[in-house]
């Protein structure tokens, strides 16, 4: 096993702790991460508490367990919707190409302009924050790195003999896209998918940190960072854990895309 | 290259119009009355309607944008609902502050990630390479909000060597410019890397090599200079993740900058304020991708010609 494979399948591996973590949530955790126990608060690392107690008493392993569910949900959800606009909105504008191509690339491009979180935090601003809004928020901009990569496939998917066969004995537009180019685009729409998990965990918890994302009620790894801001000399755990949990998983996320960049990167093999 | 540059302007024109446009329809995304939200439902009914007529949001939508449109060309946004001071005014009183953390954040990151990248190239595939490539893939996993506050926790609580907040000399600007900086560092050394790997396998390094240059200036002369192109670029299109990065660094550290500027701004729901650093956040950072472009080409002639 080579260096690079071996990174991925620790990518791949971390991937799955935390997916069966946050799946069996009411299993592992401890506590009931949103039980107050007020004679408990700011309690140490202990047998009792692995990770500590946050100023409202709860368990933080508790909370950093139940905190997967959210990061992992609110990712996958964005991902999805992004993933699937993106590839709709890429495939319509590389197959028919012309003027319909010209315009939505375009707009494409003035969405591209915006910076995304910036955009993210405006919109949650103004529709006021709750999972949904947050959800929207970073689709807005999510969708249109898919489009363009997908659009930059089609063009050179598109001239290659086999579609252009397909084409000529007659098969209609949806059946090339979906049969003979779609299948394409699995590896790279892959990578990016998990570097696109990899950034949205971080925007997700970094609205959140601001308080503009997961209600502060959620046990969600950002809203523990925000809280634990305010003990952070008395009550250091509060903050180590949760972090430690965020970048574990964008690493394993950032591990698996690096290593199937390289392993589908023909140059390189 | 005035040719290039006038093509890449021209392309720039509908990118701004739209930003405009996005940022004009923002505060008509409110749920409800945005009136309502910003001065809550026991103001006056007075009070209320002397802010609507302010603001110009009891007059139909196709003449507010006109209107909004107009105002922009002389860089009036309207004023804060608290300060009552221009945002223009507000927004350029706090820009130096985060373009020097900005412009500090991209230097450390240059610092770090270059010198490193061309250190792991050179040695691929050693222990120091290997070492320096797990170490750039966590910097990159790791956020800001996080880093912030250990970087406190242990320079500025424990240590005592740094101050935790706010502007000063060059030792307040340490630890936020490197909690800003890190994942761009992460992303330089990377790029750096793959880069002069790349450049290592030409024709002319090999040339290089076998007149007998030494390696010093063969990597240093001949590849980092050819290395280095996509770092203008990358460098330029990071700027934009900085420029919005600052708002959780500026937080964390109590920086009086945009970031914190635009923070409070939310949470009062200051909505001309929040349109204005939208605005002029987003104006930058098309502004900056521009001349990234321009640099790029000035940089390389086959870009300008193409």
Redesign the interface.
């Known amino acids: 096993m080579t260096?690079k494979n071996l990174?991925m399948y620790i990518g791949i591996g971390i991937i799955l702790v935390m997916f069966f973590t946050a799946i069996f949530a009411p299993i592992l955790a401890p506590y009931n991460p949103r039980e107050i126990s007020l004679p408990d608060r700011f309690m140490s690392p202990s047998s009792a508490h692995w990770f500590g107690s946050d100023n409202d008493g709860s368990d933080v392993l508790s909370k950093v367990i139940y905190g997967a569910r959210i990061s992992i949900s609110v990712a996958f959800t964005v991902v999805t919707i992004s993933l699937f606009i993106g590839l709709t909105v890429g495939s319509i504008a590389g197959y028919f190409g012309g003027t319909l191509d010209q315009t939505i690339m375009?707009f494409i491009?003035?969405?591209y302009?915006?910076?995304g979180?910036?955009?993210a935090?405006?919109?949650v601003?103004?529709?006021?924050p709750s999972i949904q809004n947050l959800i929207f928020a970073m689709c807005v901009t999510g969708w249109t790195g898919y489009a363009r990569l997908v659009r930059g496939e089609f063009l050179h998917l598109k001239t290659r003999e086999y579609v252009q066969s397909a084409i000529s004995l007659g098969a209609n537009p949806l059946r090339v896209i979906m049969v003979h180019i779609w299948p394409n685009l699995t590896g790279p729409l892959v990578v990016q998918a998990s570097f696109g998990m990899?950034a949205t965990i971080?925007s997700e918890?970094?609205l959140s940190?601001?308080?503009?994302g997961t209600p502060p009620t959620e046990p969600s790894w950002?809203g523990l960072?925000n809280a634990?801001?305010k003990f952070?000399?008395e009550a250091?755990f509060i903050?180590?854990f949760?972090?430690l949990a965020?970048?574990l998983l964008?690493?394993g996320f950032?591990?698996f895309g690096?290593g199937l960049r390289d392993r589908l990167d023909p140059k390189k093999n | 290259m005035i040719d290039f540059i006038v093509r890449r302007l021209l392309l720039t024109l509908p990118v701004v119009f739209g930003v405009v446009t996005l940022t004009f329809l923002l505060i008509h995304l409110v749920p409800g009355d945005p009136i309502d939200i910003m001065l809550g439902e026991q103001a006056s009914v007075q009070d209320k309607d002397s802010l609507r007529a302010d603001l110009g949001l009891d007059r139909p939508l196709g003449e507010q944008y006109a209107v909004y449109l107009k105002n922009l060309t002389r860089l009036d946004l309207g004023r804060s609902l608290l300060s009552k001071r221009p945002v223009t005014e507000e927004f350029f009183n706090r820009f130096p502050a985060t373009a020097e953390l900005t412009f500090a954040a991209i230097l450390i990151s240059l610092v770090i990630g270059i010198p490193l990248g061309v250190f792991a190239a050179i040695r691929q595939y050693s222990w120091a390479d290997n070492l320096i490539s797990v170490g750039g893939l966590l910097g990159m996993s790791m956020p800001g909000f996080w880093l912030g506050p250990m970087l406190i926790l242990i320079f500025a609580v424990h240590l005592n060597w740094l101050p935790v907040s706010e502007r000063g000399g060059i030792e307040h600007l340490i630890l936020p410019a490197f909690s800003l900086g890190l994942a761009l560092s992460a992303i330089l050394m990377r790029m750096t890397r793959a880069s002069m790997l790349e450049v290592k396998k030409e024709d002319y390094i090999r040339t290089a090599q076998s007149k007998g240059l030494s390696p010093r200036v063969v990597y240093f002369k001949h590849a980092l200079r050819n290395a280095l192109m996509p770092i203008i670029t990358i460098v330029g299109l990071q700027f934009g993740a900085l420029l919005t990065g600052t708002i959780i660094t500026e937080t964390i550290f109590d920086w009086p900058g945009i970031g914190t500027l635009f923070y409070s701004a939310i949470q009062q729901r200051n909505y001309p304020l929040v349109q204005g650093c939208v605005l002029f956040i987003s104006l930058t950072y098309v502004f900056v991708n521009l001349l990234t472009d321009i640099a790029y080409a000035v940089a390389n002639p086959k870009v300008r010609l193409s």
């Open positions: 260096k990174l375009r491009d003035m969405l302009a915006f910076p979180f910036l955009l935090i405006a919109l601003a103004v529709l006021g990899a971080i918890s970094s940190f601001l308080g503009l950002g960072l634990g801001r952070l000399v250091p903050s180590i949760p972090g965020i970048i964008v690493l950032n591990l690096d």
